[in-house]
């Protein structure tokens, strides 16, 4: 693929922001801005720190979006970007808004029966006026005591967060208080025991899972940005069951109405089966990450991907 599609166009990498994913939104422009450098292709970083920064963008034709949580993959900037006629990457405002709240998507997935762990919504957390709601798939109640769960914010990423509660084993109540003081909407999810996999999307092509091996206790901060002992392998399963992952993780994607690129994150329980975790819509393009990863498994460089990106947002 040429770059002839963007000549004339003024291109800005969007990333910085104001979320707890700040740090990473930095480096993924950064590597976003040298591809398109080695392309030839003249981009502007703009590092936005807060809302009135969105007025910059205004002198561009085309924004790739390297924006992290909040503000960025939540579907603000993308809402001021169709507003303003700005041709942008990835999905549009609606769909990352839902994408962005864990329980929003999940809730979607259990109406379409596609496969995710039970849950318990809790609203308002840590305030006098909290709602809780169950969400199983049987009458089991999730609180039993002899029950693991993976307590996280609703709208949070890189898993900022988020715990795990193992029987004697840690507090619920604390998971439940540090997962509030990034968003008073908090998850209580049935932990699942297993193989942590991601699947990314390009266009309408799911492309390589990659299997997830870290020392820690699962794949949280530590283990994606700072360690060296993480490993990253193809997934290898039997063909009736790679086209099984990869349709579940299209509809998925899909049925959140995402479009153009973005990651499923999943796990492998110990039976095969897929349960679907939750989607990125605008992943880390950091070294260490997983679309640029899975890409490569496929013959596509960085810089390809990169192009790629570009072309379907133009398209």
Not at 11 to 30: D, F, P, Q, T, Y
Not at 60 to 89: C, N, P
Not at 231 to 245: A, K, T
Request: proline content about 3%.
């Amino acid at each position: 693929m040429n770059t002839s599609f963007l000549k004339n166009k003024r291109l800005v990498v969007l990333m910085g922001g104001w979320s707890a994913e700040r740090e990473i939104s930095l480096k993924s422009g950064v590597a976003i801005h040298n591809s398109l450098s080695r392309m030839n292709v003249e981009s502007q970083l703009l590092d936005l720190t807060s809302e009135i920064d969105f007025q910059k963008i205004l002198d561009f034709d085309i924004a790739f979006i390297a924006l992290h949580g909040r503000g960025g993959e939540d579907g603000q900037v993308q809402s001021y970007l169709s507003d303003k006629g700005i041709i942008y990457t990835g999905s549009d405002s609606v769909s990352c808004e839902i994408a962005m709240n864990k329980i929003e998507t999940k809730k979607i997935w259990r109406n379409l029966s596609l496969p995710t762990p039970d849950f318990v919504e809790i609203k308002n957390a840590g305030l006098p006026n909290v709602e809780t709601t169950p969400h199983l798939s049987s009458e089991n109640d999730i609180t039993a005591l002899d029950r693991t769960f993976v307590v996280k914010p609703a709208r949070e990423g890189s898993s900022f967060g988020i715990t795990i509660v193992r029987p004697g084993i840690g507090s619920l109540e604390r998971a439940i208080e540090k997962a509030a003081a990034y968003d008073k909407n908090v998850i209580v999810e049935a932990f699942v025991e297993g193989n942590e996999i991601t699947i990314p999307i390009v266009g309408d092509k799911v492309l390589t899972p990659i299997l997830i091996k870290t020392k820690n206790i699962f794949y949280d901060y530590e283990a994606k940005y700072l360690s060296d002992q993480t490993e990253y392998q193809e997934l290898v399963v039997s063909m009736q069951d790679m086209n099984l992952i990869k349709d579940f993780s299209w509809h998925a994607f899909s049925s959140l109405g995402c479009s153009g690129w973005g990651r499923v994150d999943a796990i492998q329980d110990l039976d095969g089966n897929l349960q679907l975790i939750e989607v990125n819509t605008v992943p880390g393009m950091t070294a260490t990450s997983l679309v640029p990863k899975s890409a490569e498994m496929q013959g596509l460089s960085f810089d390809e991907l990169i192009l790629k990106i570009l072309f379907l947002a133009c398209e």
